[in-house]
């Protein structure tokens, strides 16, 4: 009899522990453990400070990405590639005690460089957020905390966006409101019943070719870091012009949606 309750408590135990894990590992999408990085804020408790960047988005508050924004060192943010991703975000330790039992989802819209100030963003994980999402995890007093940090989906609503802009033997896209994996790695545009012409990367999320499209309707083909490629055509009429945004498919971790569809 003993035994048999001492077998049956410790198959609880074990229960206990593998369930523990297991939301452990639910935290973060498919199981993947969070990370470890520190987090620091800047652009004022109105983040107005962080209204551009090195990701090439020129009025972020009017974005759907609002405040919930970080710049993100080097290490993450990979020469730009990593514009537009999402990241969950949670305080795991502060010398002042100065962690929220929250946790929240930032998009990255900027570069922390090396040398900033207190050496946070120098070769290490880092992320720089806005104040009003900063907030949301650690109280501002605490100044820089310690954070576990996971790549999740993005949530948008809408399509993606495109600003065009440029010149007729310059154009450049601006791409924002991505879904899915919400960085982009790959685009390619074309011109009326065209070819579809592949843009290079000027820096952060804007495109550009040489090509002249002026008088053609424009469509684009996106393609982000998880390999899916989401076609929007006819984004914009023939009549279209320089400084204009238009709103492309809607881009999920699996699908792309409103006329457009998915390669590979």
Same mark, same amino acid.
């Given at each position: 009899?003993?035994?048999?309750?001492?077998?049956?408590?410790r198959?609880?135990?074990?229960w206990?522990?593998g369930?523990?894990?297991m939301?452990?590992?639910?935290?973060?999408?498919?199981?993947?453990a969070?990370?470890?990085?520190?987090?620091?804020?800047?652009g004022?408790?109105?983040a107005s400070?962080?209204?551009?960047?090195?990701?090439?988005?020129?009025n972020v508050?009017?974005?759907p990405?609002?405040?919930m924004?970080?710049?993100l060192s080097?290490?993450?943010?990979?020469?730009?590639?990593?514009?537009?991703s999402c990241?969950?975000?949670?305080?795991?330790?502060?010398s002042?005690?100065?962690?929220?039992?929250?946790?929240?989802m930032?998009?990255?819209?900027?570069?922390?460089?090396?040398?900033?100030e207190g050496g946070w963003?120098?070769?290490?994980?880092?992320?720089?957020m806005?104040?009003?999402?900063f907030?949301?995890i650690?109280?501002?007093?605490?100044?820089v905390?310690e954070?576990?940090?996971t790549?999740v989906?993005c949530?948008?609503?809408?399509g993606m966006?495109?600003?065009?802009? /440029?010149? =007729?033997?310059?154009?450049?896209? $601006?791409?924002?409101?991505?879904g899915? @994996? !919400?960085?982009?790695?790959?685009?390619?545009v074309r011109?009326?019943?065209?070819?579809?012409?592949?843009?290079?990367?000027?820096?952060?999320?804007?495109?550009?070719?040489?090509?002249?499209?002026?008088?053609?309707?424009?469509?684009f083909?996106?393609?982000?870091?998880?390999?899916?490629?989401?076609?929007?055509?006819?984004?914009?009429?023939?009549?279209?012009?320089y /400084?204009q =945004?238009f709103?492309?498919?809607? $881009?999920s971790?699996h699908?792309?949606? @409103? !006329?457009?569809?998915?390669e590979n």
């Amino acid at each position: 009899m003993a035994a048999g309750l001492a077998a049956g408590g410790r198959m609880a135990q074990l229960w206990i522990v593998g369930l523990l894990m297991m939301l452990q590992a639910l935290w973060s999408p498919m199981g993947v453990a969070a990370l470890p990085a520190h987090a620091t804020f800047y652009g004022g408790s109105d983040a107005s400070g962080t209204n551009n960047g090195a990701c090439g988005y020129s009025n972020v508050l009017s974005t759907p990405f609002g405040t919930m924004t970080a710049a993100l060192s080097s290490p993450l943010f990979n020469e730009g590639l990593s514009c537009g991703s999402c990241y969950k975000v949670r305080c795991s330790g502060s010398s002042t005690g100065g962690c929220i039992d929250n946790e929240i989802m930032v998009t990255a819209t900027n570069l922390c460089p090396h040398g900033s100030e207190g050496g946070w963003c120098d070769g290490k994980p880092h992320f720089d957020m806005s104040q009003p999402a900063f907030s949301q995890i650690a109280k501002p007093v605490a100044g820089v905390v310690e954070v576990e940090y996971t790549k999740v989906p993005c949530p948008r609503k809408g399509g993606m966006q495109f600003t065009v802009m /440029g010149h =007729t033997y310059f154009l450049q896209v $601006l791409i924002f409101n991505v879904g899915g @994996s !919400g960085d982009v790695t790959a685009v390619k545009v074309r011109g009326g019943n065209g070819e579809w012409i592949a843009m290079t990367r000027s820096w952060g999320q804007l495109w550009q070719t040489g090509k002249v499209l002026d008088g053609q309707a424009l469509s684009f083909q996106v393609t982000t870091s998880n390999g899916k490629t989401c076609v929007s055509n006819y984004v914009a009429g023939s009549h279209w012009k320089y /400084g204009q =945004t238009f709103e492309g498919s809607h $881009l999920s971790l699996h699908r792309c949606l @409103s !006329g457009g569809h998915v390669e590979n």
